[in-house]
């Protein structure tokens, strides 16, 4: 008589489980279709000049770039170069809960955006989501930290190992045309972020 609420027990988990996949994978579909879907929008209609919403540093208009920047890319090249972290890394934050993608995105986005506006020189337009990436790494491997769960750890050893290199070089001004203070200031956001939320993480993990 036992057996059927096993059963019953583990088709609930099962269907649970792949409720909470689809939901991930929704949103994250919707997440970085939507930069896409802009970036055809501004390729298809140049009159409209959309990347001009940016972070301009130092201006008070230029602030919302902070909301909009992540969203506009100067080509297909830097759009499909950011896609991938977008949704390796995207979706290592979605776990355990969705709500952790939303608190490392958000803290990316302030970071980045906050710091490309305060160290960017006069008169620059900064674009892309590669703050968001540098926010994502920052948020999973302090997560790491914060929780000392072995799971969280060997996320972050494995992001540390994946994207060091580029986190290093990326962090650094030597790249013309990169907007290293995004990435700086993504990388600072989403540790921010994760410290913030570590009394969650932890009792999660």
Do not use: E
Request: proline share 4%; with cysteine; aromatic share 12%.
């Amino acid at each position: 008589m036992a057996q059927p609420c096993i059963s019953t027990a583990s088709s609930r988990a099962a269907g649970s489980f792949v409720d909470q996949f689809k939901a991930r994978v929704a949103l994250l579909a919707l997440f970085v279709g939507s930069m896409w879907a802009v970036f055809l929008l501004s390729v298809s209609t140049p009159f409209l000049h959309l990347n001009r919403h940016g972070v301009v540093p130092h201006t008070l208009d230029g602030l919302q770039g902070i909301l909009f920047a992540p969203w506009l890319h100067a080509g297909l090249l830097h759009i499909t170069a950011n896609t991938g972290g977008l949704l390796v890394l995207g979706w290592l934050t979605m776990w355990p809960r969705i709500a952790n993608f939303w608190q490392a995105t958000v803290g990316a986005m302030l970071g980045a955006g906050l710091c490309a506006w305060l160290l960017g020189a006069p008169y620059s337009v900064h674009i892309g989501a590669s703050g968001v990436v540098f926010g994502y790494v920052g948020y999973l491997v302090a997560r790491g930290f914060y929780t000392h769960s072995l799971l969280s750890i060997l996320v972050a050893l494995f992001v540390a190992s994946s994207y060091g290199l580029s986190l290093l070089f990326g962090l650094l001004p030597i790249y013309p045309g990169v907007s290293w203070q995004s990435h700086l200031g993504g990388a600072i956001g989403g540790i921010i972020a994760a410290r913030l939320s570590r009394q969650t993480l932890r009792h999660l993990a």
